[in-house]
């Protein structure tokens, strides 16, 4: 059995090709390329099933923090398909009375059960 190694045109063909199908992945007015499996993804609107896990978001804490939280505005919601569903929301509430911003991580599991999984105080914990 012989064992060929490819020249060094070939390597160099190979490599230009691939070159060029990097730039023109780059390139305006390409073809979008799609979102990595497992990344968050942008949520194009807010929908009914944001809206549910940030109320649960915003309840838990406020039961973790034994005081009264409200939810005012749903800023941003990122969603993770995992075995199940991760909204990542940044969440406008109200603490005391005082604005403050937080993001909180929501997951879904598949027989629709929430779960609160991480809360976070943003800046200097006040909404602008």
Do not use: K
């Given at each position: 059995?012989?064992?060929?190694?490819?020249s060094v045109g070939v390597a160099w063909l190979l490599l230009a090709m691939s070159s060029a199908a990097v730039v023109a992945s780059a390139s305006?007015?390409?073809a979008p390329v799609p979102p990595m499996p497992g990344a968050y993804q942008v949520a194009a609107s807010i929908g009914p099933?944001?809206?549910a896990a940030a109320?649960?978001?915003v309840r838990d804490r406020a039961l973790q923090e034994r005081t009264t939280l409200r939810l005012v505005a749903i800023e941003r919601?990122?969603?993770q398909?995992?075995?199940?569903?991760?909204f990542?929301?940044?969440?406008?509430?109200?603490l005391g009375g005082q604005p403050r911003m937080a993001e909180a991580v929501v997951y879904r599991n598949l027989q629709g059960q929430h779960q609160l999984m991480s809360w976070q105080w943003l800046l200097s914990r006040r909404a602008p």
């Amino acid at each position: 059995m012989q064992c060929r190694v490819p020249s060094v045109g070939v390597a160099w063909l190979l490599l230009a090709m691939s070159s060029a199908a990097v730039v023109a992945s780059a390139s305006p007015g390409a073809a979008p390329v799609p979102p990595m499996p497992g990344a968050y993804q942008v949520a194009a609107s807010i929908g009914p099933d944001d809206r549910a896990a940030a109320t649960i978001a915003v309840r838990d804490r406020a039961l973790q923090e034994r005081t009264t939280l409200r939810l005012v505005a749903i800023e941003r919601v990122d969603r993770q398909v995992v075995a199940g569903l991760n909204f990542r929301l940044r969440l406008r509430v109200e603490l005391g009375g005082q604005p403050r911003m937080a993001e909180a991580v929501v997951y879904r599991n598949l027989q629709g059960q929430h779960q609160l999984m991480s809360w976070q105080w943003l800046l200097s914990r006040r909404a602008p």
